[in-house]
């Protein structure tokens, strides 16, 4: 049987809806069919986003099985984090073909500019869970009782898997993006130009507070804090007299009867 592969195009949110139905979705939790609509919307908005493709395997011309890249959520510190999501059906889940669309995967996200990997498995998918081990995916952990399907609660294992990160890619996709991220990197090269030669100034005054100003608790706790060289942080500003050697203290007044 000769498979090929290739981008998903809108015409495939049927075969994909099927696939899912058979397999129980991204998560393997679901019993029930998402409308049609859902696949196309869902279609759409990966094909606008160059970053979270979605690739299919056809045999003969017949959909068999999808996989894509998913945002991780969060926010802009998460962009170099992408999901794995995929749709294979149970005769191929934990087979060779498995470790190659893993694989193939994990490439894509390489040329993508992503460093980490992450897939939520459910805890009785041990096949698929012993192909993502495998490939080099870790356990993270595990969410107890964190679905419902059938009647019954069920554990999610969270995995990971670490790229290689391109830290220049990074920067520049991330100035690229973000205005704020533009202006942070300019500041600090900035700053580091001028270090180089020697023109760095602090941008800010040292002050020392008085003792007046501060809460009696770090009072308390500065005095009794030492330096390396066993000094205290802060020294009383009232210290009490210290004796002269060889000064002998006066004897106590005798008690009163």
């Known amino acids: 049987m000769e498979i090929k592969m290739r981008r998903a195009r809108l015409e495939d949110a049927a075969a994909i809806r099927n696939i899912d139905a058979a397999t129980g979705g991204i998560f393997g939790l679901e019993i029930g069919q998402r409308p049609e609509e859902y696949y196309r919307d869902w279609l759409c908005y990966h094909r606008a986003n160059k970053r979270c493709p979605v690739f299919v395997g056809t045999s003969e011309g017949r959909v068999i099985w999808w996989l894509a890249l998913g945002e991780c959520p969060g926010g802009y510190p998460f962009d170099g984090v992408a999901t794995v999501e995929t749709g294979i059906p149970e005769d191929l889940a934990g087979t060779e ?28 998918q041990r096949y698929l869970l012993h192909t993502y081990r495998r490939v080099g995916f870790r356990d993270v952990g595990v969410l107890r009782s964190h679905g419902y399907r059938k009647g019954k ?19 520049e996709y991330y100035r690229q993006r973000y205005d704020f991220y533009d202006d942070y990197f300019r500041e600090e090269r900035r700053r580091q130009s001028e270090a180089e030669n020697g023109n760095y100034a ?56």
Request: net charge negative; hydrophobic share 35%; charged share 30%.
């Open 153 to 171: 609660l069920v554990d999610l294992v969270i995995l990971e898997r670490l790229l290689t990160a391109d830290m220049k890619g990074l920067e």
């Open 202 to 257: 602090l941008e800010y005054e040292e002050v020392e507070t008085p003792e007046d100003q501060l809460p009696e608790g770090i009072v308390r706790f500065l005095r009794t804090k030492r330096t390396p060289d066993g000094q205290p942080v802060r020294r009383r500003l009232d210290p009490e007299p210290e004796n002269t050697p060889g000064e002998e203290l006066p004897p106590p007044p005798p008690a009163q009867p």
């Open 97 to 124: 073909l498995t470790d190659l669309l893993l694989r193939f995967l994990e490439q894509q996200a390489v040329k993508l500019g992503y460093y980490k990997l992450m897939a939520f498995l459910e805890s009785s």
